[in-house]
């Protein structure tokens, strides 16, 4: 199972860094190869009655490790055409449920976004195809290689058939949502057709074996809803951030750098924090701009400092001690309105930018809790 991911921290283990992508291995994946060895040591004994118990539980190990391999080949698969196609992947992390790509931006057509869609699951049905054929035509004198390579077929063809369901965050969901956007010439739209198509697979997993037990008059067994209670949470939850995701940027093309920067008071950088703040409210200005005694301006007094300042002690700090100098990164066209400012942003992080005209002229400061409050509403 994998999506598109936004940005986020992480602390697991890293494993290296194929096609110049960073893999980590999150704790939950342990849990999960105690699970599968468990589960499966003892069908493997069934399998290979010449093996002892302990023998058993190794191959059941072996079968967890080369399990989230082909998942890992699977990621890999959607990574490496993101790259392809000039989309940075930030890492890939392997996890409690497969794994997931951390793709940092939207494909730009409907046709990519298709195809590093389709990536993983055509790759996953191609491994069981040749995970059959080996079986089948070249490993088939029984024994722990047939048997390894039997269960690893089933297991990637079922892991790329369910990846096909239409419904986010499934692959096959986003293949939904590549559908819709070309065909409403919105991207937007395609994400919430595509989600809504993952609430009702979340309901259908656990509403199709719940109705079947019922209406066959068998006693219902709680224990058969374990696993698609748990895969039904997995999507409804992956299903509804993407809508929330939808929602937030439906409201990127509002952004407009202009209309959401404050004025800026320039004062040199000796000024105290005291008659910086006077000539702000009086000037109705809702940054403070250092500048050099020429009117260039040299850094950006930060908002949260200043309100950490006691007011007994700013007529005695100066505003060059509350100030971040300006790096190039952190002045921007006073233009930039939607996605290239959400970039521009992105590529820099702060807490503060500078606004400049085209001319180089000072036009404000933008604060990123201005334009977070775009997205939240407050």
Do not use: C
Not at 92 to 105: A, F, R
Not at 156 to 167: C, E, Q
Request: no cysteine; aromatic share 8%; glycine share 10%.
């Amino acid at each position: 199972m994998s999506e598109q991911s936004p940005r986020q921290e992480f602390s697991g283990l890293r494993m290296g860094k194929p096609f110049g992508i960073p893999v980590y291995v999150s704790w939950t994946w342990f849990v999960v190869a105690v699970f599968i060895t468990l589960m499966f040591g003892p069908r493997f004994q069934q399998m290979l009655p010449e093996l002892d118990s302990v023998a058993s539980y190794v191959v059941a190990f072996a079968f967890a490790v080369l399990l989230y391999v082909s998942v890992l080949l699977h990621e890999l698969a959607h990574s490496v055409l993101a790259k392809w196609y000039g989309l940075p992947v930030r890492r890939i992390t392997l996890y409690l449920l497969g794994g997931v790509s951390e793709i940092e931006k939207e494909p730009p057509t409907p046709g990519k976004e298709f195809m590093v869609a389709a990536a993983g699951p055509a790759l996953s049905l191609g491994l069981a195809g040749l995970g059959l054929l080996g079986d089948v035509y070249v490993i088939n004198s029984g024994g722990i290689p047939e048997v390894l390579i039997w269960q690893l077929w089933v297991a990637n063809f079922i892991v790329g058939v369910f990846n096909l369901l239409p419904g986010l965050p499934l692959d096959g969901g986003r293949m939904l949502r590549a559908g819709v956007w070309k065909v409403a010439g919105n991207s937007g739209t395609g994400t919430i057709v595509a989600a809504w198509g993952g609430r009702v697979l979340a309901v259908l997993l656990v509403a199709v074996p719940l109705a079947t037990s019922l209406s066959g008059g068998q006693e219902l067994d709680f224990t058969d809803l374990v696993w698609p209670l748990v895969l039904a949470w997995f999507i409804w939850a992956g299903a509804s951030q993407s809508l929330r995701v939808a929602k937030i940027r439906a409201r990127i093309p509002q952004l407009n750098a202009r209309a959401l920067a404050r004025r800026a008071v320039p004062v040199t950088a000796e000024t105290p924090l005291s008659e910086a703040l006077r000539q702000a409210v009086e000037k109705r200005a809702g940054a403070i701009v250092v500048v050099d005694h020429d009117g260039r301006p040299l850094a950006i007094v930060n908002e949260a400092a200043v309100q950490a300042t006691p007011e007994h002690r700013r007529p005695w700090v100066n505003v060059a001690s509350l100030a971040k100098s300006l790096e190039p990164t952190m002045v921007l066209d006073a233009d930039l309105t939607g996605e290239p400012l959400i970039e521009a942003m992105r590529e820099a992080p702060g807490s503060e930018y500078l606004l400049v005209e085209r001319g180089g002229g000072v036009y404000g400061v933008l604060a990123t809790a201005d334009v977070n409050r775009v997205f939240t509403g407050v």
